[in-house]
Structure formats: structure tokens, C-alpha cells
T-cell receptor, first 110, second 112 residues
Framework: GEDVEQSLFLSVREGDSSVINCTYT??????LYWYKQEPGAGLQLLTY?????DMKQDQRLTVLLNKKDKHLSLRIADTQTGDSAIYFC??????????FGRGTSLIVHP | DGGITQSPKYLFRKEGQNVTLSCEQN?????MYWYRQDPGQGLRLIYY???????QKGDIAEGYSVSREKKESFPLTVTSAQKNPTAFYLC???????????FGPGTRLTVT
């Protein structure tokens, strides 16, 4: 089946930029998503990008997509302690059922 | 306010008992989903439903059952046949299968 890979942990200092990376295998992906999960809560949709785009910016969030390499990244500018959470990458392809990565735990140090 | 509700937030059961987790949405979404999340794991799809009175098995449907009698509701029953039922269960909905999903707050089930 299709697969989505993410690194498990990222640690940054408050005020720095965070970059969370994701790779996927489905060549028919149409949409790619980033979700945020705080402890004990559900997933919150942060942003998404269509597969025919290469960049999307939304306030402090920048999503970059390299379709050739099947690589997606989420950059958070001026990272705050409130950004500490688990971030999930997900893609939807031909099956219309999303495939989620295992999530990246972002730890922000004061 | 529109959204997805799951109840209860915490649920405790004895081994051998069936238990039903509730999921309700007032977003007028056609599609609904159930996922299981274990520590350090991604989300694994249990069942999904595109439309009322229709549902499909996901990757880990064994030991679970669902119904979709109303558009707003998609309850999940964890049966005694599920070997490792202790987990965090997440319900989601979307306008259609190809659209972004919106998640409920989750139910943490503990079976002892």
C-alpha cells in the first residue's frame, strides 16, 4: 500500500523557524494535508496543498511541495511554545482514503 | 456551532464486554470515518462511510462494527473479539471522500 514517512521528533528554540518534513509514495496524490494534534485532543486541520501547486503560505505557515521527489514540508516561522504538538502529514490519492504519517512531535524550548 | 462530538471522552470496560462509542456531526458531511491511534503510531482506519446505510471496512476492521442509519451519526462498537481494544479512537467527517477531514476530540477507551 501507499506510505507516508515523517521523522518522529523535532526540537527547536522559541522564535526560531521549524521545518517538518514528509515523504510519500503515492504518485497519484491529489491533495496533501498538515494536521496538528495537541495532547489528548483530536486532529486540527492546519493547511493543505493541491498537487499542482508547489508552495502555499498562510500567516506563519509555509507549505512546500516537490512533486518530483514526493516531498512535502511545513515551515512554521517564529515558533512559539504553543506550537508544541504532534504534526501529521496526510495525502489523498486515487483511493480517496487518506494515508497518514506517524506524526512528528515538535518540542519548543523557551 | 458546527462540529463533531464524541462521547464519552474516557471510557472504561471489563474484558469480554462490547462497548459503543458515539460520534455525531452537524456539518452536513456525507462521509464519516473511525480511526484508532496507539502511542507513537499514526492513524489506522477502522471503518468509513460515504453515505447513509453504507459503510466499508478499513485496514483494521476485525473486532469492530459500525452502523450509519442517520447522516449525522456513525457509532462504533468495539466487540469482545477485538484482541487489543485499549486505544484512543478518533472520528472524522468530510464533505466527500476526496475532501479534507475534520476530527472530533476523541474517546480514550481502556479495557482491563
Amino acid at each position: 500500500g501507499e506510505d507516508v514517512e515523517q521523522s518522529l521528533f523535532l526540537s527547536v528554540r522559541e522564535g526560531d523557524s521549524s521545518v517538518i518534513n514528509c515523504t510519500y509514495t503515492d504518485s497519484s496524490s491529489t491533495y496533501l494535508y498538515w494536521y496538528k494534534q495537541e495532547p489528548g485532543a483530536g486532529l486540527q486541520l492546519l493547511t493543505y496543498i493541491f498537487s499542482n501547486m508547489d508552495m502555499k503560505q498562510d500567516q506563519r505557515l509555509t507549505v512546500l511541495l516537490n512533486k518530483k521527489d514526493k516531498h512535502l514540508s511545513l515551515r512554521i516561522a517564529d515558533t512559539q511554545t504553543g506550537d508544541s504538538a504532534i504534526y501529521f502529514c496526510a495525502e489523498i490519492g486515487g483511493s480517496y482514503i487518506p494515508t497518514f504519517g506517524r506524526g512528528t512531535s515538535l518540542i519548543v524550548h523557551p | 456551532d458546527g462540529g463533531i462530538t464524541q462521547s464519552p471522552k474516557y471510557l472504561f470496560r471489563k474484558e469480554g464486554q462490547n462497548v459503543t462509542l458515539s460520534c455525531e456531526q452537524n456539518l452536513n458531511h456525507d462521509a464519516m470515518y473511525w480511526y484508532r491511534q496507539d502511542p507513537g503510531q499514526g492513524l489506522r482506519l477502522i471503518y468509513y462511510s460515504q453515505i447513509v446505510n453504507d459503510f466499508q471496512k478499513g485496514d483494521i476492521a476485525e473486532g469492530y462494527s459500525v452502523s450509519r442509519e442517520k447522516k449525522e451519526s456513525f457509532p462504533l462498537t468495539v466487540t469482545s473479539a477485538q484482541k487489543n481494544p485499549t486505544a484512543f479512537y478518533l472520528c472524522a467527517s468530510s464533505i466527500g471522500l476526496e475532501n479534507e477531514q475534520y476530527f472530533g476530540p476523541g474517546t480514550r477507551l481502556t479495557v482491563t
